[in-house]
């Protein structure tokens, strides 16, 4: 089945800096790539996604990167604020049948003022 | 819209005692819809996804099953609960294709 590996599992950064998150998968049929935020004691809430025929997806301050050849996915978010400070996963699934989600295991992201 | 709800928001069970945990959704048809667990400061673990009415795919053998009896509504079951059964239980929706909605979760302490 498919396998996700998810570095760093902690990363602090100074508010106004940029942090980057990168995943990478084992299952080359994989092609939707979500990413969650998980804030404290709370649920995990979607914040951006890609899919395998695009390269490059961009909200505002954060946006996802896609290289299908080295099966490697990342999450880059610009101008830190201290409310992105949580738990980000990232996520990979074959879409069709069942849509089953292997989740990476998350990296906790501090935001120092 | 679509909404998702789950209950209850917390529970606290003896070790060996029964549990349901139920989940609902709203405002879409046939969806998938999933279980995971994450134990404290872990990562998601998916324990059962559901693909139509009846039709339950079990991830992880375990004490725990699961039930869809409507289309929208899918539970969580165990017989006699362990300690190690305890932590945060999510349910979760997507469309086909799609990213997951989340329920709120049930924090399960065994004890």
């Known amino acids: 089945g498919e396998n996700v590996e998810q570095h760093p599992s902690t990363l602090s950064v100074q508010e106004g800096d940029s942090a980057v998150i990168k995943c990478t998968y084992s299952?080359?049929?994989?092609?939707?790539f979500p990413w969650y935020k998980q804030e404290l004691g709370k649920r995990p809430q979607l914040i951006i996604d890609i899919r395998s025929n695009v390269g490059e997806k961009k909200d505002q301050r954060i946006a996802v990167t896609l290289n299908k050849t080295a099966k490697h996915f990342s999450l880059h978010i610009t101008e830190t604020q201290p409310e992105d400070s949580a738990v980000y996963f990232c996520?990979?699934?074959?879409?069709?049948?069942?849509?089953?989600?292997?989740f990476g295991t998350g990296t906790q992201l501090k935001v120092e003022l | 819209s679509q909404t998702i709800h789950q209950w209850p928001a917390t529970l606290v069970q003896p070790v060996g005692s029964p549990l349901s945990l139920e989940c609902t959704v709203e405002g879409t048809s046939n969806p998938n819809l999933y279980w995971y667990r994450q134990a404290a400061g872990r990562g998601l673990q998916l324990l059962f996804y559901?693909?139509?009415?009846?039709?339950i795919s079990s991830e992880v053998p375990q004490n725990l099953s699961a039930s869809r009896p409507q289309d929208r509504q899918f539970i969580l079951s165990s017989k006699k609960l362990l300690l190690s059964d305890s932590g945060f239980y999510l349910c979760?929706?997507?469309?086909?294709?799609?990213?997951?909605?989340f329920g709120s979760g049930t924090r399960l302490t065994v004890v």
């Open positions: 979760a929706w997507s469309p086909q294709g799609g990213g997951y909605t």
């Open positions: 559901s693909v139509g009415i009846g039709q």
């Open positions: 996520a990979a699934s074959i879409t069709g049948g069942g849509n089953k989600l292997t």
């Open positions: 299952d080359s049929a994989s092609n939707y």
